[in-house]
């Protein structure tokens, strides 16, 4: 079985993303799973997916920002895109990821282009997620949700269940009464940080989700997880809570059956939505949470 760094090395070789990228070969499976490169694109995926009784969250991608006008571009495009909610009345939230918004260029820039960020949804009665990233950033993410939350509870964060520390964080969080998604987790991270069998992952995020479930506040489930998802309608069933008290939370392109089968049911539930030219980096993390995604492209591959 090829472990999750392997494949997100081997995505990092050049003439493996060359090919990736380039070739039409690849078209579809990058297709499944990001739903375009442009914001016209994405409200029209946006629309489908209300239509079919999903709420959305949109992420516009990237990350990982070396550049200050790289980080104030990607702040304005939030700006925009929450304009664009409003203006089309489609039913959205955005997702957003800190390293994009400058957090590895200083805080205080990031905190600055988070305001700007919250402001707007605030002012426009919107939501925003605050994606984690890779374990080096948790307690930059943290600190600075923490900092924001009290002006802007317009305002959640996630917390991922392969990192040790996250029963800790998942209390601090509790206590503030912030809205919480739960995770696997997406990074390579080294043992000492976080579990490495899939096992103790899936352990913890039994646990971590019955907490969330019974403290939480409109908590969000985010997994393709059958049997996590079946535990968390059981636990929610058993400790009273209503459908539209909860939310599952599943990835644009990912179980689609799935996703269907919970709106029929009548579970609030949430399509994370991905659009942009930077689609790499969240296309490699894809590759690697399922080896057959990667099994796919290489037979292509060698077949050419
Ligand atoms: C809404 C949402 C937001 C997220 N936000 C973050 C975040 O902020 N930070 C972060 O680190 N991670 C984030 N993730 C990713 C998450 O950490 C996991 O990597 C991802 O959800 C896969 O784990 P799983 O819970 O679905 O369980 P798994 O045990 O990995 O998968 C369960 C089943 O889901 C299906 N599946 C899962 N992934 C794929 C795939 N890529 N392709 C095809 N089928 C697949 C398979 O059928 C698999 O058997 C997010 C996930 C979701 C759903």
Redesign the pocket.
């Known amino acids: 079985m090829l472990s999750r760094a392997l494949v997100l090395r081997v995505a990092e070789w050049p003439p493996f993303k060359r090919w990736i990228m380039h070739s039409p070969m690849t078209r579809g499976l990058i297709n499944r799973f990001i739903a375009g490169e442009d914001l016209d694109t994405a409200m029209e995926v946006t629309r489908r997916l209300n239509a079919q009784g999903f709420l959305v969250a949109l992420d516009y991608l990237g990350e990982a920002t070396t550049r200050p006008e790289e980080a104030a571009n990607a702040a304005r495009q939030y700006i925009t895109l929450l304009e664009r909610i409003a203006d089309t009345g489609v039913q959205a939230c955005i997702s957003i990821k800190l390293t994009q918004l400058g957090l590895e260029l200083g805080y205080e820039l990031c905190r600055q282009h988070l305001e700007c960020v919250l402001k707007t949804a605030r002012n426009l009665n919107n939501f925003v997620w605050i994606?984690?990233?890779s374990s080096r950033h948790v307690d930059g993410i943290l600190n600075l949700f923490m900092e924001m939350y009290p002006r802007y509870p317009n305002s959640g964060t996630?917390l991922?269940s392969y990192l040790y520390r996250t029963p800790n964080d998942l209390e601090r969080l509790l206590e503030v009464g912030a809205r919480i998604?739960l995770?696997?987790?997406?990074?390579a991270e080294p043992r000492e940080v976080a579990y490495p069998d899939?096992r103790s992952v899936d352990r913890q995020f039994k646990v971590l989700m019955e907490r969330l479930l019974e403290r939480g506040h409109e908590p969000a489930i985010?997994?393709?997880?059958v049997r996590l998802i079946q535990h968390a309608k059981q636990y929610a069933a058993q400790l009273g809570l209503r459908k539209e008290q909860f939310e599952f939370?599943?990835?644009y392109g990912?179980?689609r059956e799935l996703q269907k089968q919970l709106v029929a049911e009548g579970y609030r539930t949430l399509i994370?939505v991905p659009y942009g030219e930077q689609w790499y980096p969240y296309f490699s993390?894809?590759l690697a949470?399922?080896p057959a995604?990667l099994y796919f492209i290489l037979r292509n591959l060698f077949r050419k």
């Open positions: 994606d984690m990233e996630v991922q998604r995770v696997k987790g997406a990074y899939k985010a997994t393709h997880d939370q599943l990835l990912v179980s994370y993390r894809r949470e399922r995604n």
